[in-house]
């Protein structure tokens, strides 16, 4: 273990019906009553266990990842995503905003800092924190893992606490990347690919595939 906390549950993905955070476990009671049809439940990591990329997100969208169960898919910012990745090589098939679209991701997995879908988007800093163990032990599995794409600064900032980095060390920024000290891997920023960063061209196509260029030339 390369780190001293664990996991209060499963190893690397809560429950379904995790009651870790009671404020997320309610909204999936009330979600369940008002979209049956929808996963409702922590979207589990997606992609293979040896991957040597690992994308963290945000949290899943209510109508997106929490109604297809896959991290970004049938999200806003999961069309960017997907398409960036197909673009680098990093998925074989069409990405079709199902679950069941039949696309499968090369050496790369995606995750989120929270598994559960948060009211307004907007987990707070406990669930942030509890949900932090399964990001830690999906780290720790990862034995070929050479680099971590964090996707905004939830993401950056949960991701530096799982790995017991300072954030002075290593500040967010779009296109950053951070070496860190006794891992294989590194570091790199993106701002999220939400809808309001990429309408606002706070984040444009061509910025996020510049991240992906410096990734792809790092894993080799
Ligand atoms: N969907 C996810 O699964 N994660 C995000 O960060 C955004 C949308």
Redesign the pocket.
């Given at each position: 273990m390369a780190n001293a906390l664990s996991a209060p549950s499963t190893d690397r993905e809560p429950l379904p019906d995790c009651d870790l955070c009671p404020r997320l476990a309610d909204f999936r009671k009330t979600n369940q009553e008002k979209f049956p049809g929808y996963f409702n439940a922590p979207?589990p990591s997606f992609g293979p266990a040896k991957a040597k990329l690992l994308i963290v997100?945000?949290?899943?969208?209510l109508h997106?990842?929490n109604q297809t169960g896959r991290?970004?898919?049938g999200?806003y910012?999961?069309d960017l995503l997907y398409a960036t990745l197909a673009k680098f090589g990093f998925s074989n098939g069409k990405y079709a905003g199902v679950a069941n679209d039949g696309l499968t991701l090369k050496q790369t997995m995606?995750t989120?800092a929270v598994r559960c879908v948060p009211p307004q988007n907007k987990p707070t800093g406990p669930e942030i924190r509890t949900c932090r163990p399964f990001l830690i032990n999906q780290i720790d599995a990862m034995k070929n893992l050479r680099a971590i794409l964090c996707?905004?600064r939830i993401?950056h900032d949960s991701t530096l606490a799982t790995l017991g980095v300072k954030a002075k060390d290593a500040p967010f920024g779009h296109g950053a990347r951070h070496e860190v000290k006794g891992r294989s891997f590194a570091l790199f920023d993106s701002y999220?690919c939400?809808r309001y960063n990429t309408n606002t061209r706070r984040l444009t196509p061509e910025m996020f595939e510049d991240v992906f260029a410096a990734i792809k030339d790092h894993i080799g």
């Open positions: 979207a997100g945000l949290a899943p969208g997106g990842a991290p970004f898919t999200d910012a999961g995606i989120n996707l905004g993401s999220h939400s």
